[in-house]
């Protein structure tokens, strides 16, 4: 059985209440991922990537790389 849920963090401890069907099972794999972004702080990262220097430069780099084939027929 695969079951994913997120808890939070109280005193560095994380409680796991597993699902009425777990069974008898005696071992589970557990992973931490610190990294819990919603969908509102991706947007913001996007908006703000707008004014990042290297990703406009970047992305200037790719339009250059593109610009040779761009009037191409197929």
């Known amino acids: 059985m695969t079951y994913k849920q997120v808890c939070s963090v109280d005193n560095n401890q994380v409680v796991v209440k597993l ?20 969908r509102d702080q991706k947007l913001t990262q996007l908006k703000d990537a707008l004014n990042d220097p290297l990703f406009i430069a970047d ?16």
Request: aromatic content about 6%; cysteine-free; glycine content about 2%.
């Open 59 to 74: 992305i200037s780099e790719i339009n250059k790389d593109f610009d040779s084939i761009d009037n191409e027929a197929i």
């Open 19 to 38: 699902p009425a069907n777990f069974g008898n099972n005696k071992q589970v794999t557990v992973l931490i991922d610190d990294q819990v972004d919603s």
